[in-house]
Nanobody, 114 residues
Framework: QVQLVESGGGLVQAGGSLRLSCAASGIAFNARTMNWYRQTPGKQREWVAGISGMFVTRYSESVKGRFTVSRDNAKNTLYLQMNNLKPEDTAVYYC????????WGQGTQVTVSS
């Protein structure tokens, strides 16, 4: 049974930082690329960042240079360090293996005030 539990969201001012966590179970975590996605009401879920099983990282253009994705395989946990946050980053953030995965967690709300 796949379980993805996102946490760490909150309300921050523009320019602030936040660290998100994703606790995963029911998947071969170490062997999978893990990704962060975000979604705003009325918009489709979009890819934000990812890290492969070989620890290769990729970022969307909008967050490149500001966000850092990492993983702790011993804890089956994915992280997203978010620095220099902008109001445009406001969204519910989710973690998963890919955009078309069948199982999603509740996500964690990130709100950035101007």
């Amino acid at each position: 049974q796949v379980q993805l539990v996102e946490s760490g969201g909150g309300l921050v001012q523009a320019g602030g930082s936040l660290r998100l966590s994703c606790a995963a179970s029911g998947i071969a975590f170490n062997a999978r690329t893990m990704n962060w996605y975000r979604q705003t009401p009325g918009k489709q879920r979009e890819w934000v960042a990812g890290i492969s099983g070989m620890f290769v990282t990729r970022y969307s253009e909008s967050v490149k240079g500001r966000f850092t994705v990492s993983r702790d395989n011993a804890k089956n946990t994915l992280y997203l360090q978010m620095n220099n946050l902008k109001p445009e980053d406001t969204a519910v953030y989710y973690c998963n293996t890919d955009l078309y995965a069948p199982d999603w967690g509740q996500g964690t709300q990130v709100t950035v005030s101007s």
